[in-house]
């Protein structure tokens, strides 16, 4: 007898937002199980990796490595060697140091302020992914001054993506969607009968349309938007990616957005490709593969916003696939410009004016 | 057995629909009467007990024309005079309150007197023809409950009122059409408290009426902490499970205000509904820590109400479904659902200032509510005031109260349980014919 499809979906609360778990299978008390197992991994994480938490192994590495060298669990490890990887590949544009300035613009426990240039100066001293000395024979981390801390918060989020991906593997089911609320999810194999996960990207100005849809298969994507977390004084709206070589919060920039077969290098690079801009980006894309990157841009006009993509060598590989409807084929005329509304149910980037610039 | 589980779901019935027939009564006859005060047909009313609680009631008072206060009674001198003040209709005045009964002209009486005289009064105010509205508890022995029906059964068109204010505030009615509505899923605990660091005492400048001023204080009088914190609860466990309690076990010391009074400083007691629903509620005089409040839990969500405020929690549940569902999902736009769970306020002190991304997300989250209809942004009225223009709607518009005898009834006899339970140690049961 053929079993019958059961459907899984799960919401949990941690790392400041919300998990969700989507898993086909056969039998519900399996899959609900599996759930447990994923949901109890993403806490156990956020208690390893948080610095809102004294007690967590970061925060005693932060307080701990400008004194003496500290070993480190393996796989926390391994993630802060490719944090320090990402800050340097980027140029620092993602940098795994850039807490202290997050603080300075009180993005931490804050409610936003705006920090003087030599206070951004101070703290732009405590800042560079250089002064993290990796041990990888020993596993130790060392800081070479004070002050220094390691925040995950721009690739905790993928990375406890990853690891649910993980588990969901290993206990063998084959289709799933994990989501870390706003920032980053990943898709495994796809829905019954469908071609991938239908993923709708939120339009920069609102939470409630879509800019593009694209359908996921074994890929994730990530997403930075300067309408996550803000803090608006006077006429002034300040964002919460801040570009960690000025230390000043990124401008004209409404969303990075990075498909990678990896939720963790989605995350870090959504970021990254946030500061560095669409340029920087394209000179980034041509020197690493299997890599895709859609921005959204302010437009001169009101609320508008112009859209740029950009794929790596590789790109058509990594299972994400963009409808192309008659709409989308007549609107593609406006050269990529739009409004949110007319955007809804289109993806005119596809032929639009920085489309497919494939290096 | 079967018997059992039909009276059981009968008495539940009951009690719902007498409910649901006094909320419907309830508001729209406020509205009416708070617009349309006819000068004419204001109900004539006396007030029996006019002490700390008698006063509360006639600060309200003051400002609902649809009754109009002509006669005051108290036994204690100083309460009779300041009663007289706080009305400011000049009453006549009575220290017997029968011969305030005797008294044709006047239509209601509005009692507030120590708990053991509720019963006696009630009866001896329909008995004279009067409508009642009697202050919780009801009464304050069983066989009261049934003393009572009686008379009110031989007087069917007069309004018997109790005062259990809670069921008139907005925040609680907007608690309970939440819950009737499944936005907590399956209700399986009520968690309720008052906590105060308080010695409960009122100053007595003659010894001599030790006894009168301090009434709750002594068994006589007194149901204790059960009866005059512990009813208000009670009756919302009542209106959550939507019936009455199936037994109940509790504790309780007198353990901290050693001054010679009789009754606990502290209790904690379960109520146990039947079918896994349970009321835990807990009263202590010497901490205030966690304030007042009731904490409704299904499983699928919590409300949780301290003092004049309610917070609602969707809890994570996991959804099961078979066959495939049409996978939409969002990158960049799910914060939103994640405000939900984070706790919304259904009763907010003021309005979340426009100032940051929580407090616009928690915005979206109540408008989704309000979209559900189970979103009310403050309460419009005082829940006293309600109760009191309710009364007098009633009588007016010849409607059932929004708290009627069996909801009194059902309260009264779960706090004389609930202290039996604690006196004895022994858990208490509901048989068919105590309710």
């Known amino acids: 007898m053929r079993a019958a499809i059961t459907r899984y979906e799960a919401a949990h609360q941690a790392m400041g937002t919300e998990f969700t ?53 393996p796989k926390l490890f391994e993630l802060l060697v490719n944090a320090v990887d990402h800050s340097q590949s980027t140029g620092g544009a993602f940098d795994v140091t850039a807490g202290p300035l997050m603080k300075a613009w009180g993005f931490f426990r804050g409610k936003g302020r705006v920090p003087s240039n030599s206070e951004i100066a101070q703290v732009l001293r405590r800042v560079g992914s250089r002064h993290v000395h990796l041990n990888r024979a020993e596993r130790t981390i060392r800081f070479d001054m004070e002050g220094l801390e390691l925040d995950l918060g721009a690739i905790g989020k993928g990375y406890a993506v990853d690891r649910a991906v993980d588990i969901v593997r290993r206990y063998g089911v084959t289709r799933a969607l994990v989501s870390s609320g706003t920032s980053s999810l990943y898709a495994l194999g796809a829905p019954p009968g469908a071609r991938g996960w239908s993923i709708s990207l939120r339009n920069p100005y609102s939470s409630e349309k879509a800019a593009n849809i ?41 969303a990075a957005i990075v498909l990678a077969p990896s939720a963790c290098d989605a995350d870090a690079l959504s970021t990254a490709f946030y500061v560095m801009g669409v340029e920087r980006t394209r000179e980034y894309l041509a020197t690493h593969r299997d890599l895709m990157a859609l921005f959204y841009l302010p437009s001169s006009t009101g609320r ?55 290096l | 057995m079967k018997d059992k589980v039909n009276d059981e779901v009968t008495r539940r019935n009951f009690l719902r629909s007498a409910a649901s027939a006094a909320a419907l009564a309830a508001l729209p006859g406020v509205a009416a009467i708070a617009e349309n005060p006819g000068p004419n047909d204001a109900v004539r009313y006396g007030f029996i007990g006019t002490g700390t609680q008698g006063c509360t009631l006639l600060r309200f008072l003051t400002t609902i024309p649809a009754g109009r206060c002509i006669a005051t009674c108290d036994i204690y001198p100083p309460n009779l005079k300041k009663g007289v003040e706080t009305i400011g209709s000049k009453p006549d005045t009575y220290e017997d309150y029968r011969q305030l009964l005797d008294r044709k002209d006047i239509d209601a009486v509005l009692i507030a007197t120590p708990l053991y005289l509720h019963a006696r009064m009630t009866i001896d105010g329909l008995e004279a023809g009067k409508h009642v509205f009697i202050e919780k508890s009801m009464f304050f022995k069983e066989e009261e409950a049934e003393q009572i029906r009686k008379v009110s059964a031989a007087h069917p068109k007069q309004v018997l009122q109790v005062g259990l204010h809670r069921r008139s505030s907005v925040l609680y009615q907007t608690a309970m059409e939440m819950v009737g509505k499944g936005a907590l899923g399956r209700v399986l605990l009520v968690q309720s408290r008052v906590t105060t660091h308080s010695s409960w005492r009122r100053p007595v400048a003659d010894a001599k009426y030790e006894r009168l001023i301090n009434w709750r204080m002594y068994r006589e009088y007194s149901g204790g902490l059960m009866a005059e914190m512990g009813s208000h609860f009670i009756d919302i ?96 736009a799910t914060v939103s659902k994640a405000a939900a769970q984070k706790g919304v306020l259904i009763f907010p002190e003021k309005e979340a200032k426009d100032s940051g991304f929580v407090d616009r997300e928690s915005l979206y989250a109540r408008r989704w509510l309000a979209s559900m209809g189970i979103y009310q942004p403050e309460e419009p009225y005082d829940p006293y005031w309600g109760e009191l223009v309710n009364f007098f709607a009633s009588i007016r518009e010849n409607k059932a109260p929004v708290v009627p005898l069996e909801i009194g009834t059902a309260d009264a006899m779960a706090v004389i349980k609930a202290n039996r339970a604690i006196d004895t140690g022994q858990k208490t049961s509901w048989t068919k014919k105590s309710a």
């Open chain 1, 21 to 73: 778990l989507v898993a086909y299978g056969d039998d519900p008390q399996y899959l609900t199980a599996v759930g447990n197992e994923v949901f109890d991994e993403i806490d156990r994480l956020e208690g390893q990796m948080s610095i809102y938490k004294p007690k967590s192994e970061l925060s005693v590495i932060n307080r701990t490595a400008a004194s003496r060298s500290v070993c480190a669990e």
């Open chain 1, 214 to 254: 694209v359908y996921l298969r074994n890929c994730s994507l990530s997403t930075s938007g300067n309408y996550e977390k803000f803090f608006k004084l006077g006429t002034n709206t300040y964002a919460h990616v801040i570009d960690p070589s000025t230390g000043k919060p990124v401008e004209n920039m409404l």
């Open chain 1, 304 to 358: 508008k916003f112009r859209r740029a993509i950009l794929r790596s060598d590789g790109s058509s590989r990594i299972g994400a696939f963009f409808p192309r409807t008659p709409e989308r084929k007549r609107k593609s005329t406006r050269k990529g410009t739009s409004t949110g509304a007319s955007a809804r149910s289109s993806a005119r980037y596809a032929t639009a004016r920085w489309d497919d610039r494939s």
């Open chain 2, 237 to 332: 466990a009542n209106w959550a499970f939507e019936g009455e309690p199936v037994s109940v076990i509790g504790t309780g010391g007198l353990d901290y205000w050693k001054d010679g009074r009789e009754v606990h400083d502290n209790i904690q007691s379960i109520f146990d509904y039947g079918g896994g629903g349970r009321h835990y509620f807990h009263c202590m005089l010497f901490n205030g820590h966690h304030s007042n409040g009731v904490m409704i839990m299904g499983d699928q969500g919590t409300l949780d109400i301290t003092d004049d405020r309610g917070i609602y929690f969707r809890e994570p549940v996991a959804k099961i479904s078979s066959g495939p569902a049409k996978e939409n999902w969002w990158a960049g």
